[in-house]
């Protein structure tokens, strides 16, 4: 028996909730643990879509070898939508980098998808981060 939409829609709004703290904390294992290993990624600032979490795993390694640090990371106006084992969870982010050094802050949007599989968490099987509109208050 499914669970009711509500209890659904908290317990993912919670592992969006880990995802984004294990990322603002710079805690590389627990965030890649929030995905699935064949979660895909899409990221405006990458020329390539990346297939799994190992790709993404990869890429992220070699920006923290460049000196890449998260600082801080504030989810803002989140939105759930579940549908039955699968849930979008949309939400605006404000992120703080060092980069060797250098301080830099961005605000995007990000589509996380989640997907629960039958008494297990909520995972990530799909990240997709845009630049939020020039001129959106």
Same mark, same amino acid.
């Given at each position: 028996?499914?669970?009711?939409?509500? #209890?659904?829609?908290?317990?993912?709004l919670?592992?969006?909730?880990? !995802? &984004? +703290?294990?990322?603002?904390?710079?805690?590389?294992? =627990?965030?890649?643990?929030?995905?699935?290993?064949? @979660?895909?990624?899409?990221?405006?600032?990458?020329?390539?879509?990346?297939? %799994?979490?190992?790709a993404? =795993? @990869? !890429?992220?390694?070699?920006?923290?070898?460049?000196? !890449?640090?998260?600082?801080?990371? +504030? *989810?803002? +106006?989140?939105?759930?939508? &579940?549908?039955? %084992?699968? /849930?979008?969870?949309?939400?605006?982010?404000? #992120?703080?980098?060092?980069?060797?050094?250098?301080?830099?802050?961005? !605000?995007?949007?990000? #589509?996380?998808?989640?997907?629960?599989?039958?008494? /297990?968490?909520?995972?990530? &099987?799909? +990240?997709?981060? *845009?630049? =939020?509109? &020039?001129?959106? /208050?």
């Amino acid at each position: 028996m499914p669970l009711p939409t509500d #209890t659904c829609h908290d317990e993912v709004l919670q592992a969006a909730r880990r !995802l &984004v +703290e294990a990322f603002a904390s710079n805690d590389t294992e =627990r965030y890649f643990a929030a995905f699935s290993p064949q @979660a895909t990624f899409v990221f405006h600032t990458t020329g390539q879509v990346l297939s %799994d979490r190992a790709a993404y =795993r @990869a !890429l992220w390694d070699s920006w923290q070898e460049d000196g !890449l640090r998260v600082l801080a990371c +504030e *989810s803002r +106006e989140p939105r759930v939508s &579940v549908l039955g %084992d699968v /849930a979008i969870f949309i939400h605006e982010v404000a #992120t703080r980098v060092s980069l060797a050094g250098t301080l830099s802050d961005s !605000l995007e949007r990000e #589509t996380i998808v989640f997907h629960r599989q039958p008494g /297990a968490d909520w995972l990530a &099987v799909h +990240e997709h981060l *845009s630049p =939020r509109p &020039v001129g959106q /208050a």
